[in-house]
Nanobody
Framework: VQLQASGGGLVQPGGSLRLSCKLS??????IAWFRQAPGKEREGVSC????????RYHDSVKGRFTISRDNAENTMYLQMNSLTPDDTAVYYC????????????????????WGQGTLVTVSS
């Protein structure tokens, strides 16, 4: 079982990046992206429930980030637009086979399979 995250890098403020997370040995169920900035705790960025596909976003990224998946490719994505220095962090993808109560979609404790993280740096 492996989640391989990619797509991070250095981008100027206002720029965009698309993160990818390829799943191997496991089918994407409920999916999520988390991030951890230097000196801060890891926080939930976005998630999508299995089944009805309902999504949730951290307030700080609403309207700028979009979570999606390609079931045929067993890959999940995070499109990030209008990036700011506050978005600088290591981003992690995660999944769990089943569904999740909507209220816990951004709770990292409910996910049992994690990727290795990809660094996003927003700086001029």
């Amino acid at each position: 079982v492996q989640l391989q995250a990619s797509g991070g890098g250095l981008v100027q403020p206002g720029g965009s990046l698309r993160l990818s997370c390829k799943l191997s040995g496991v089918t994407a169920g409920s999916i999520a992206w988390f991030r951890q900035a230097p000196g801060k705790e890891r926080e939930g960025v976005s998630c999508q429930r299995r089944g009805d596909g309902a999504t949730r976003y951290h307030d700080s990224v609403k309207g700028r980030f979009t979570i999606s998946r390609d079931n045929a490719e067993n890959t999940m994505y995070l499109q990030m637009n209008s990036l700011t220095p506050d978005d600088t962090a290591v981003y992690y993808c995660a999944t769990r086979p089943g569904n999740i109560i909507t209220g816990r979609c951004l709770d990292q404790t409910v996910y049992d399979t994690w990727g290795q993280g990809t660094l996003v740096t927003v700086s001029s």
